[in-house]
């Protein structure tokens, strides 16, 4: 695949799935701008390693550093083709809680997870309207679909909004050549799922799966490039599980 003169910006891809994301595009030939919020060093280093990146700092629970991160992309690469909306978190909040904690939990979840994408989809469509076309693509999760457990209300709600909101750009935006994808993983091996294998143990998350092997970044970001690359853009609107067979629907 080669997705040379392709500009993409890929939000959390300082670690786990977002860095194998930008990994792929970037030996791709794609120019990469990498944001990060806490993981400065792992950025810089993909950046050393491959010259069409560049880096971008923001922490997306504000949503002024928000939209200086997509004014500061844009004003590096000249236009973006491509965007990947893959950061997030996933923070537990039982009800338990006092609800002022829970709550707290809720509006932190639901402003990295959602409010940034609804902010980076808004200025996204305003830029691709007026360059004649461009590609969401959301990175969701299984748990918009099969729901989650108890203690990640707001984790889930956060991916159930996410999916509504890439189906309902696809739907509006199409006759503007702007596409939006969903990609929606299961149980991935990553720094958000450490505590999961932790509490749970890798043998018993495997005996969920359909397949004999936990899911890691790698079977993942292929499809993205893919998506990225044109030939899925007939699919706009959809989304496609990666959760090794653990929730077939
Ligand atoms: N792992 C799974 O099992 C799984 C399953 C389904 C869906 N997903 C989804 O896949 C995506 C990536 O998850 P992952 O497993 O790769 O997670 P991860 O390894 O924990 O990486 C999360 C990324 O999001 C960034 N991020 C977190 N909080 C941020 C904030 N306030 N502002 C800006 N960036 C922030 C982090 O940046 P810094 O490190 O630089 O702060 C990091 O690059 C998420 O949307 C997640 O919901 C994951």
Same mark, same amino acid.
């Given at each position: 695949?080669?997705?040379?003169?392709? +500009?993409?910006?890929?939000?959390?891809? %300082?670690?786990?799935?977002?860095?194998? &994301?930008?990994?792929?595009? @970037?030996?791709?030939?794609?120019?990469? =701008?990498?944001?990060?919020?806490?993981?400065?060093?792992?950025?810089? *280093?993909?950046?050393?390693? $491959?010259?069409?990146?560049?880096?971008?700092?923001?922490? @997306?629970?504000?949503?002024? #550093?928000?939209?200086?991160?997509?004014?500061?992309?844009?004003?590096?690469?000249? %236009?973006?083709?491509?965007?990947? /909306?893959?950061?997030?978190?996933?923070?537990?909040?039982?009800?338990?809680?006092?609800?002022?904690?829970?709550?707290?939990?809720?509006?932190?979840?639901?402003?990295? +997870?959602?409010? %940034?994408?609804?902010?980076?989809?808004? /200025?996204?469509?305003?830029?691709?309207?007026?360059?004649?076309?461009?590609?969401?693509? $959301?990175? =969701? %999760?299984? !748990?918009?679909?099969?729901?989650?457990?108890?203690?990640? /209300?707001? $984790?889930? !709600?956060?991916?159930?909004?996410?999916?509504? @909101?890439?189906?309902?750009? !696809?739907?509006?935006?199409?006759? $503007?050549?702007?596409?939006?994808?969903?990609?929606?993983?299961?149980?991935?091996?990553? #720094?958000?799922?450490?505590?999961?294998?932790? *509490?749970?143990? !890798?043998?018993n998350l495997v005996k969920e799966l359909a397949l004999n092997e936990l899911t890691t970044p790698n079977d993942i970001a292929p499809l993205v490039?893919?998506?990225?690359?044109?030939?899925?853009?007939?699919?706009?609107?959809?989304? &496609?599980d990666i959760n090794a067979g653990s929730y077939i629907r």
């Amino acid at each position: 695949m080669n997705l040379k003169g392709q +500009n993409i910006l890929v939000t959390g891809a %300082s670690k786990g799935i977002g860095k194998s &994301i930008a990994m792929h595009l @970037l030996q791709a030939n794609a120019r990469v =701008g990498i944001h990060f919020n806490k993981s400065k060093t792992e950025a810089i *280093k993909i950046m050393s390693e $491959y010259p069409l990146s560049e880096t971008f700092q923001a922490d @997306l629970s504000v949503a002024e #550093e928000v939209q200086r991160l997509f004014e500061n992309t844009l004003a590096h690469f000249g %236009s973006l083709q491509t965007i990947v /909306l893959n950061a997030g978190v996933f923070l537990p909040h039982p009800i338990e809680e006092p609800t002022a904690t829970w709550l707290e939990i809720w509006r932190q979840t639901m402003a990295i +997870n959602l409010e %940034s994408a609804g902010i980076i989809t808004k /200025l996204g469509i305003e830029h691709f309207k007026k360059q004649g076309g461009g590609r969401f693509i $959301y990175i =969701g %999760s299984r !748990a918009a679909f099969r729901g989650e457990t108890e203690e990640y /209300l707001a $984790y889930a !709600a956060s991916k159930g909004g996410l999916t509504s @909101l890439a189906r309902t750009v !696809a739907r509006s935006f199409g006759k $503007y050549n702007i596409k939006a994808f969903v990609v929606a993983p299961g149980f991935t091996q990553t #720094e958000m799922a450490e505590e999961a294998i932790r *509490k749970h143990g !890798a043998e018993n998350l495997v005996k969920e799966l359909a397949l004999n092997e936990l899911t890691t970044p790698n079977d993942i970001a292929p499809l993205v490039a893919f998506m990225c690359s044109g030939q899925m853009d007939h699919a706009t609107g959809s989304t &496609i599980d990666i959760n090794a067979g653990s929730y077939i629907r």
